[in-house]
């Protein structure tokens, strides 16, 4: 069902030391991101490969992890996605970018794609042999900021004291964001509830969309165990996870189908539901000794004992101590680890993080790449016409890609071997690789799939194409999703009937 892929590294860093930290990249099938994900023929155009300032989007992730000192990787991806990934993780520019990653890819069916059963977690679940440390869970579509890196939530997996198995990383969204894609609205951050004070992650819930009054449940435990606890709809999860290696033994009992919105909210409950702790407070693992003794050694803990023993093993609910581990403390449970899921929260005024899973954070990323690019000439843009106006900013052209007189671009990056008319006009605009646009075309806030061919004197704004599209002369068109093979299709279904009308 599955295979394994090739190393694409020469050294392993087993030869340096044992692994503190395995990273679980999992690339998905982009459907969110279609048409540009949509396959041409039997080609596969994976998401993973979708350009941010002329550069992998799955490049990202991997320089994170490289500077955070990560050097083990297992990438999981789709079948049919994992020819065009291998030859990406295999070309120079790939090994001159991460030097230090040893990079082992295995397959998901491509099946997957089509059946609501099979999530990121089923994928999780079918690997999780190959992971024996604690591990990074991580998505391809993170483009985190230069402010964010990623040792700020290993550093505090590292700094545990009290039996943490999950620290999770959120980021604060702008208030104002919107979609800029017609007909594509931007996804509802959830309903956090975490301790700022002791970064502890209390609570994960959809956006309430499916509750007409939008009410949101909170035990009294969880409040009266972190008086200082946050509700808020203005983070939203990067889907980066620290795990403790043992929280994949407790898949196996489980259906979950989703990381995000099953196993980790799972977890997250563990902290706070005794009969749940007990349950799986041996799968898990106890307390680590050092805050055993501390919380030995606590006000709460004595006041808790004393209860306890005066009451006979019973106490009221007004002498009930609260944990400093989190939780309330109740009598007969015992404290064998906090199971503590933590929470690092990056505010947006240190920079802002994207995830790249629709059609507007892809345009959001690539304004942002361009906002610091500069466009300076050199060898291999020398199919640039000295009469073409290219700003000086904001704009980035690929290698062998000619541009001819009087065309203008300008906020666009414009990919490999590419081949741009005359009086061509280009803004705010993502030109994918070996592109065709003819003379006189207009593109105006578009992301063009790569082998898109534009007619001449044709007019697209704020349109995407699926790769290998074309776009006739002339032509005008405005907030399209152009997808070749959904017209094919309806084409030959047409043809047929008319067929067997001449027939009868």
């Keep these: 069902m599955t295979r394994p892929q090739m190393n694409f590294t020469a050294s392993s860093s087993s030869a340096a030391g044992p692994t503190e930290f395995l990273a679980v990249l999992i690339v998905g099938f982009g459907e969110e991101l279609r048409p540009l994900t949509s396959n041409t023929v039997d080609e596969p155009s994976p998401k993973a490969?979708?350009?941010?300032?002329?550069?992998?989007?799955?490049?990202?992730?991997?320089?994170?992890?490289?500077?955070?000192?990560?050097?083990?990787?297992?990438?999981?991806?789709?079948e049919s996605h994992a020819n065009a990934i291998s030859n990406y993780l295999s070309s120079d520019a790939s090994s001159s970018a991460f030097p230090t990653l040893a990079i082992t890819t295995h397959t998901f069916p491509d099946a997957y794609r089509t059946d609501p059963s099979k999530g990121s977690c089923t994928v999780l679940k079918e690997f999780a042999n190959k992971i024996t440390t604690d591990f990074i869970i991580l998505p391809c579509d993170l483009v985190p900021p230069p402010s964010l890196p990623l040792s700020a939530l290993l550093d505090k997996f590292r700094m545990d004291t009290d039996g943490l198995i999950l620290a999770s990383l959120f980021h604060e969204v702008p208030s104002d964001r919107a979609s800029l894609v017609p007909g594509d609205p931007l996804e509802d951050p959830p309903v956090v509830l975490y301790d700022p004070t002791t970064e502890t992650l209390l609570q994960i819930n959809d956006d309430g969309s499916d509750d007409p009054e939008g009410e949101v449940d909170v035990r009294m435990a969880t409040l009266w165990s972190h008086p200082r606890a946050r509700l808020t709809t203005h983070l939203s999860d990067a889907h980066v996870y620290v795990c403790r290696r043992a929280v994949l033994d407790t898949l196996s009992a489980h259906r979950f189908q989703s990381i995000r919105a099953d196993f980790v909210p799972w977890l997250v409950e563990i902290q706070h539901r005794p009969q749940r702790r007990k349950q799986w407070q041996h799968v898990l693992g106890a307390m680590p000794r050092a805050a055993r003794a501390t919380l030995e050694h606590s006000t709460s803990h004595m006041l808790h004992a004393r209860n306890v023993a005066v009451g006979g093993g019973r106490s009221e609910p007004s002498s009930r101590a609260a944990s400093p581990l989190g939780g309330g403390v109740r009598d007969g449970e015992t404290h064998d680890g906090s199971l503590r899921c933590a929470i690092v929260v990056h505010a947006l005024s240190k920079g802002v993080a994207v995830r790249v899973n629709n059609l507007t954070a892809l345009m959001d990323a690539n304004r942002a790449a361009l906002a610091t690019a500069s466009f300076t000439p050199s060898a291999d843009t020398a199919g640039v016409d000295s009469k073409a106006q290219i700003a000086a900013t904001g704009v980035l052209i690929g290698a062998s890609t000619r541009i001819a007189e009087r065309s203008t671009?300008?906020?666009?990056?414009?990919?490999?071997?590419?081949?741009?008319?005359?009086?061509?006009?280009?803004?705010?605009?993502?030109?994918?690789?070996?592109?065709?646009?003819?003379?006189?075309?207009?593109?105006?806030?578009?992301?063009?799939?790569a082998r898109t061919c534009v007619g001449e004197k044709a007019q697209l704004t704020q349109c995407f194409t699926q790769p290998g599209y074309e776009v006739a002369a002339d032509e005008t068109l405005k907030g399209e999703k152009l997808d070749r093979l959904d017209e094919a299709w309806g084409g030959d279904e047409e043809d047929e009937e008319d067929d067997e009308d001449d027939e009868e």
């Design 409 to 449: 671009v300008k906020q666009s990056s414009i990919g490999a071997h590419c081949t741009i008319g005359k009086n061509v006009r280009i803004n705010s605009s993502v030109i994918m690789d070996h592109c065709v646009i003819k003379d006189g075309a207009k593109i105006e806030g578009c992301i063009l799939g």
């Design 49 to 78: 490969l979708l350009p941010i300032a002329n550069k992998p989007l799955i490049s990202f992730p991997l320089t994170w992890l490289e500077e955070a000192g990560v050097t083990d990787v297992l990438l999981l991806c789709p």
